[in-house]
């Protein structure tokens, strides 16, 4: 919600899709979510540049184990940095923008398979509550976007909306705020900055 806020652009491309598919200010039901595949990119395109869990679980080497040039000697403490991951050029074109559109041309999915876009985790411990976040973030995002006109309150401009990342934490600020983006489900809310028309 808080970088449909800085492009308003996207919101409006997302107000769009939902307009034509559901019909304005009706519903949002979970069967409905395959058939908003904008929607899903900007839901995507948020765990990418901000995935609440950005390290992942820590993980316990149980045996030494060589990794290309390095060995990770038993017993090692490891932090998987599914922040920078989400970020990085190599895989990434323009990390830094909150660009939706990436994901028409590429076809990554997040159930642990496509290792540049992992905020669930992979493997034996991967987020149990995928299944239910697919579906549940998607339904509240669209259903807020669907049913309100959103912007910012007058005095605060988009590029004020502060989106650095802090230690383990994702949340948007300035000085006057703080809140936490829509994708924060495991996270405390914080203060609201949104007014709705
Ligand atoms: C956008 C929403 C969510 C994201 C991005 C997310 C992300 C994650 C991540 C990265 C992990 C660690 C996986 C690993 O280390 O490989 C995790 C673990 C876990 N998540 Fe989620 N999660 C979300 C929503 C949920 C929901 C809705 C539930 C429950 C209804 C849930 C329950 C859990 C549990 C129980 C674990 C621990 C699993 C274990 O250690 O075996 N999560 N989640």
């Given at each position: 919600m808080a970088e449909t806020l800085r492009q308003p652009e996207i919101m409006k491309k997302a107000q769009a899709e939902l307009s034509e598919v559901?019909?304005?200010r009706k519903p949002i039901e979970e069967v409905d979510v395959s058939r908003l595949p904008y929607l899903q990119f900007i839901v995507k395109e948020t765990l990418r540049m901000h995935p609440p869990a950005p390290f992942l679980i820590p993980r316990r080497v149980d045996q030494d184990v060589k990794l290309f040039d390095y060995i990770i000697p038993k017993g090692s403490l490891v932090l998987v940095n599914v922040g920078e991951i989400g970020r990085d050029s190599t895989f990434w074109e323009e990390p830094l923008i909150f660009k939706p559109e990436r994901f028409q041309s590429i076809e990554l999915d997040?159930?642990?398979?496509?290792?540049?876009?992992?905020p669930f985790g992979v493997?034996?411990?991967?987020?149990?509550g995928l299944p239910l976040a697919l579906r549940m973030v998607p339904v509240m995002l669209g259903s807020m976007l669907n049913s309100f006109n959103w912007k910012l309150e007058?005095?605060?401009?988009?590029?004020?909306l502060n989106m650095d990342e802090k230690f383990g934490f994702n949340h948007t600020q300035s000085s006057s705020f703080t809140c936490y983006p829509?994708?924060?489900?495991?996270l405390p809310i914080g203060q609201q900055i949104l007014i709705r028309t």
């Open positions: 559901i019909g304005k997040m159930r642990g398979k496509d290792f540049d876009l992992i493997g034996r411990r991967i987020c149990p007058a005095d605060i401009q988009p590029k004020d829509i994708s924060s489900l495991i």
